[in-house]
């Protein structure tokens, strides 16, 4: 809200949903009548499936745009073709990304499959943490946060560093969108 504000984008709708609810139709009734063009959702999977197959079956025409929580093969292959146009962000193509090849390569010798959504960044979470409690030769939570926001990583991501927050200073997230029951980089 306070990027569209800045942005000086007013929404005309901005509401909850309840998780775990089967039934969108009244909050998706409501958000019709306000003639969206898009309807941006910031949750998980399953209440993704049912928001856009029931803005679907009430005729709603606009874009439905959702985060990483939705980059799953379920929501296409549930949604099916109500899914068609829909975008999510989420962190560009991992087999493509040259620093992860390794990993990819020792996951799938040890595990007979594909890496998933988020093997690599577990990874590289992991990697993080237990070489700053090496260097550090502690697991002081404070000591270990610290070390972290200063020191520049290299990692099966490419290069990491993060801000005196804790956030990434460069986020690697690009927008997918689903076509022909697949999601498809945006270019």
Do not use: C
């Not at 569209?4 to 009548?33: F, M, N």
């Not at 005729?59 to 799953?72: H, N, P, Q």
């Not at 949604?79 to 975008?87: F, I, P, V, W």
């Not at 594909?114 to 990697?127: L, P």
Request: net charge positive; aromatic share 10%; proline share 4%.
């Amino acid at each position: 809200m306070k990027a569209l504000d800045k942005a000086k984008i007013k929404p005309v709708y901005y509401g909850g949903i309840t998780q775990g609810e089967k039934d969108y139709r009244p909050v998706l009734t409501a958000v019709k009548q306000k003639n969206p063009e898009v309807l941006f959702y910031g949750g998980i999977y399953p209440e993704a499936i049912l928001l856009t197959k029931q803005m679907r079956e009430l005729g709603m025409k606009a874009s439905f745009i959702s985060g990483d929580g939705v980059w799953t093969k379920e929501y296409i292959d549930i949604a099916g073709k109500d899914a068609e146009g829909a975008y999510v962000t989420f962190t560009p193509d991992q087999t493509k990304i040259k620093e992860a090849q390794g990993v990819i390569k020792k996951h799938k010798e040890k595990f007979g499959s594909d890496v998933g959504a988020y093997t690599v960044y577990s990874y590289v979470a992991a990697n993080i943490l237990l070489n700053t409690i090496v260097a550090i030769k502690s697991t002081d939570g404070a000591k270990i946060a610290d070390h972290i926001r200063k020191t520049k990583w290299n990692t099966a991501l490419g290069p990491i560093q993060f801000d005196k927050k804790g956030d990434v200073l460069v986020s690697p997230y690009v927008v997918w969108e689903v076509r022909n029951g697949k999601f498809v980089e945006v270019k």
